[in-house]
């Protein structure tokens, strides 16, 4: 249920990145986080968002960061989209 990108499709090559600029407010916050969830925050003010193969990103301190599932810090990332990097077995459809 969870739509934090709401138009990332899996067959075109692209990732869907979004940058959050701060938000000042603990309610405004949560409420930003339900429109998240929700995938409806593609047009809120702080939103950016970019379609994109390769990502690099640096941070002026170390955030806490998602890796492979696992909680980690880090200060940069490179992140790289490979085609046809991962393939799925799925069994055929009933016809």
Do not use: W
């Amino acid at each position: 249920g969870y739509r934090g990108a709401p138009k990332a499709q899996l067959n075109d090559s692209l990732l869907d990145c979004y940058a959050f600029a701060n938000l000042p407010g603990g309610f405004r916050r949560l409420a930003l986080m339900d429109l998240i969830r929700r995938g409806r925050h593609l047009a809120h003010p702080v939103v950016t968002s970019l379609l994109t193969q390769t990502l690099d990103v640096t941070f002026d301190r170390e955030i806490a960061m998602h890796v492979d599932g696992e909680l980690t810090a880090a200060s940069s990332a490179h992140i790289t989209l490979i085609p046809r990097g991962l393939t799925f077995a799925v069994p055929k459809a009933a016809v």
